[in-house]
């Protein structure tokens, strides 16, 4: 038997869920409007509005899921990676709460939980899987042999895919946040309208930073011809940019599935939402017999759902940390 709280506080979102006994029953997620004023999230305000959040939002879950604070077995919590003051918010309180209630602390990485999710619902990969983890600031491709045994085989050399969305929809003078944006007027586009260059890196090894400047010069020499470039070919540029960035991403997926062996394949992260990639990724499985796993919209950006999956596993086995944890902007994987 086993209740487990869990908080994620790595960003802009505070988020609260409650897992009993391996399923999620609540998943609370409170999202900051503030940054669209800015253009991206300013980390001071984020940890703010977290502290802002929090305690609602802790209600809300334990409403949500029609339990009580007597009735939990243990506090998890992100340490990291992620904006340091946004993690100290809910390392912090989930600190506090376990102290006060005398409750086990589990510490969870933000990107083992992203993986993690894939085992809320059914269908569950099986071991090995390989994971596509796409999200604002990591594009990794990992081994998964158990639920905590974990191998990046491929990660980005700069930027990741998801900041590519983000910085061309700011080039696209989009509003924040632009991903999403991309992603609704790609549907409406011509996806081979334009041509942009596919990095040529090693391995299974990602660079999205000269594909970003590639989009830049385009625009601007583009707009030198014509001014009114960008509204008038808002659709085809973001098809095109996405169906770009879609392709890079499975060439070297697909690739990372032939040298490995593996047919089960899953994506998570923010990007996972993009509709482009789950398309470009479900044509690919028909094509090279793959089974693919994709979490349910809520569970691929931020939320505490995934960070309860993964609490409730190293619940089991008795995987805590005690209270002198802090959080880490950085942490290895």
Known sequence: ?????????????????????????????????????????????ASRVHQQNIVPVIQQALSDAKVSKKELNAVAFTQGPGLLGS???????????????????????????????????????????????????????????????MEIVGETLDDAAGEAFDKTAKILNLPYPGGPLIDKYAALGNPLAYKFGEPQIKDLNYSFS?????????????????????????????????H???????????????????????????????????????AMAEELNWKVFIPAFQYCTDNAGMIAIAGYYKYLNKDFVQQDVAPLSRMEF
């Open 1 to 45: 038997m086993s209740v487990i709280l869990a908080i994620e506080s790595s960003c802009d979102e505070t988020s609260v869920a409650i897992c009993n006994n391996g399923k999620i029953t609540a998943n609370v997620i409170a999202n900051q409007t503030i940054h669209q004023n800015y253009g991206g999230v300013i980390p001071e305000l």
């Open 87 to 149: 993690l100290l918010v809910g390392v912090s309180f989930a600190k506090s709460f376990a102290l006060a209630l005398d409750l086990p602390l589990i510490s969870v990485n933000h990107m083992h939980a992203h993986i993690l999710a894939h085992f809320i619902d059914d269908p569950k990969p099986s071991f090995p899987f390989i994971c596509l983890t796409v999200s604002g600031g990591h594009t990794q491709i990992v081994v998964v042999r158990s639920h905590f045994d």
């Open 210 to 242: 000269g594909f970003k400047t590639s989009i830049l010069y385009f625009i601007r020499n583009q707009e030198k011809e014509n001014p009114n470039f960008i509204s008038e070919n808002l659709n085809d540029i973001c098809a095109s940019v996405q």
């Open 244 to 282: 770009s960035i879609v392709y890079i991403l499975l060439n070297k997926l697909k690739k990372a599935a032939k040298q490995y062996g593996i047919k089960d394949i899953a994506i998570a992260g923010g990007v996972s939402a993009n509709s482009g990639l789950r398309a470009g990724l479900t």
